[in-house]
């Protein structure tokens, strides 16, 4: 099994700024893409961005030029820097890892986290 433990949701007002982390663990052996998505109170479960295991990366057209995704490889660590935060943003954002590889097979697995909550005020 693969656990993602999410941190750094919270409170802000308008403009502000949030960093989420998100620690993989488990039994796997890579993991090539791991990312962040999000879901508001009647919505659906939007990808806010994602990165590669070498480094590319794709953001939602409303994150851009507002959120950066950044890794940490040899940690099985994903980081979303969050600037400019605004009202709309408020949501549950999950953390996800997609095409992982376990130890002793040769599927393919994705695993999500339990998510943390942000919300923004105006």
């Known amino acids: 099994q693969v656990q993602l433990v999410e941190s750094g949701g919270g409170a802000v007002q308008a403009g502000e700024s949030l960093r989420l982390s998100c620690k993989a663990s488990?039994?796997?052996?890579?993991?090539?893409?791991m990312g962040w998505y999000r879901q508001a109170p009647g919505d659906s479960h939007d990808l806010v961005a994602h990165?590669?295991?070498?480094?590319?990366?794709h953001y939602a057209d409303s994150v851009k030029d507002r959120f950066t995704i950044s890794r940490d490889s040899a940690n099985y660590t994903v980081y979303l820097q969050m600037e400019r935060l605004k009202p709309e943003d408020t949501a549950v954002y999950f953390c996800a890892a997609e095409g992982v590889r376990r130890w002793g097979g040769n599927g393919l697995y994705a695993y999500w986290g339990q998510g943390t909550q942000v919300t923004v005020y105006s």
């Open positions: 488990g039994n796997f052996r890579s993991i090539n893409v």
């Open positions: 990165i590669t295991s070498d480094g590319n990366t």
